[in-house]
């Protein structure tokens, strides 16, 4: 069963969803299929692996696919800011959030080792 620490996770997790969404609309139409693209694949794969571990008996594999998966995140969010499609300040909020996320994953994950 999830507790109340697993679901803030996954609620920020979407919020950052939504924050991501605002911030690729500023991608030029030629990054629409591409960086945009994988960038939100990204964050699908990292909320139904969230969902996923919320869920399993055995979460420790699901969680190190979540720290993966979050920091491949990073990597592109970097990468949009770095070709100059992300302006500094949304990079900077998004990095926010996604270092958020991280921070409540290693809580997890060694909640998960104790």
């Given at each position: 069963?999830?507790?109340?620490e697993?679901?803030?996770?996954?609620?920020?997790?979407?919020?950052?969803?939504?924050y991501?969404?605002?911030?690729?609309?500023?991608?030029?139409?030629?990054?629409?299929?591409?960086?945009?693209?994988?960038?939100?694949?990204?964050?699908?794969?990292?909320?139904?692996?969230?969902?996923?571990?919320?869920?399993?008996?055995?979460?420790?594999?699901?969680?190190?696919?979540?720290?993966?998966?979050?920091?491949?995140?990073?990597?592109?969010?970097?990468?949009?800011?770095?070709?100059?499609?992300?302006?500094?300040?949304?990079?900077?909020?998004?990095?926010?959030?996604?270092?958020?996320?991280?921070?409540?994953?290693?809580?997890?994950?060694?909640?998960?080792?104790?």
């Amino acid at each position: 069963m999830a507790n109340k620490e697993d679901l803030k996770i996954l609620q920020k997790t979407y919020d950052m969803i939504e924050y991501g969404y605002i911030a690729l609309r500023q991608y030029p139409k030629s990054e629409k299929h591409t960086l945009a693209a994988d960038t939100k694949r990204c964050m699908y794969e990292l909320l139904r692996l969230i969902i996923r571990a919320n869920k399993r008996y055995f979460k420790k594999t699901t969680l190190q696919d979540i720290d993966i998966e979050l920091e491949n995140l990073r990597y592109l969010i970097r990468l949009g800011n770095g070709l100059g499609f992300l302006p500094f300040k949304q990079y900077e909020n998004w990095s926010r959030k996604v270092n958020e996320i991280g921070k409540m994953l290693g809580g997890w994950m060694k909640s998960m080792n104790n």
